[in-house]
């Protein structure tokens, strides 16, 4: 119960990393807020947590929405940032600017913007967790849009660390993880990435949500870690 007393706010905890984030930390003990866009999604979410979590609808790439949640928000002890568009991927030949401008808007600045605006309530002796992705340590065709968003969220990682502190400042950096985000394939289409995928790690397996959620909740917990970005991958950046 390492978190016991403690308030947690996940951005983007309705699926996924976030979700299975916010079911370990109310398990350990925390009072838990999740955000997210849709506010079916957080219905579901939420009929899936304890009564004791609580949510909100905000869209975290408006600044307004974001300024206005933390602006009603008690004060607070970690920051979870899960939120993350779906676009950026694709050859860099036929990738669109537009596109990955988008793809920055949902998860870079998205991110980026609620980290900033959180600082209000944050604790001084709180944490952020970032969620970040492989693509930007991992060198696959296709995905130089998506390292460039990653790549650019865990730059920042050391330079908050020290400007921040003592408030700590972690990230940690999936995998292939079986989430939504890989929804907009069609189902054999996702299934066969999967399976792929799993024959070339050296784990033989693709990552779940509560993979990474085990990390995150390591770095909300330990007080002796800041400026780090652990891979939780499966060792793609191996294979």
């Known amino acids: 119960m390492k978190l016991q007393n403690q308030k947690v706010i996940i951005m983007g905890g309705t699926s996924g990393m976030g979700l299975a984030t916010a079911k370990a930390a109310t398990t350990a003990g925390a009072a838990v807020l999740i955000t997210g866009r849709d506010q079916n999604k957080l219905d579901n979410a939420l009929a899936e947590l304890p009564q004791s979590a609580s949510g ?25 940032l899960a939120v993350s568009g779906r676009e950026g991927g694709g050859p860099f030949e036929s990738l669109g600017v537009d596109t990955l401008k988008r793809a920055f808007d949902g998860k870079f600045w998205a991110q980026f913007m609620a980290a900033q605006m959180g600082l209000t309530k944050l604790r001084e002796n709180g944490s952020i967790v970032f969620i970040t992705a492989a693509s930007a340590r991992t060198s696959i065709p296709g995905t130089a849009g998506l390292a460039a968003i990653n790549g650019a969220l865990e730059a920042v ?55 990474v959620a085990e990390v995150i909740m390591l770095l909300l917990g330990n007080g002796f870690m800041t400026s780090t970005v652990i891979e939780c991958d499966g060792g793609i950046r191996i294979k």
């Open 56 to 80: 909100e609808v905000v869209d975290a790439t408006v600044e307004k929405e974001l300024r206005n949640s933390f602006g009603r928000s008690d004060p607070f002890d970690h920051l979870v």
């Open 157 to 211: 990682i050391p330079t908050l660390a020290l400007e921040l502190k003592p408030i700590r400042v972690n990230a940690v950096s999936p995998g292939v993880v079986k989430t939504p985000w890989w929804d907009t394939l069609a189902s054999e289409q996702r299934e066969a990435v999967f399976k792929q995928t799993a024959q070339t790690l050296p784990v033989g397996r693709i990552g779940t949500p509560e993979d």
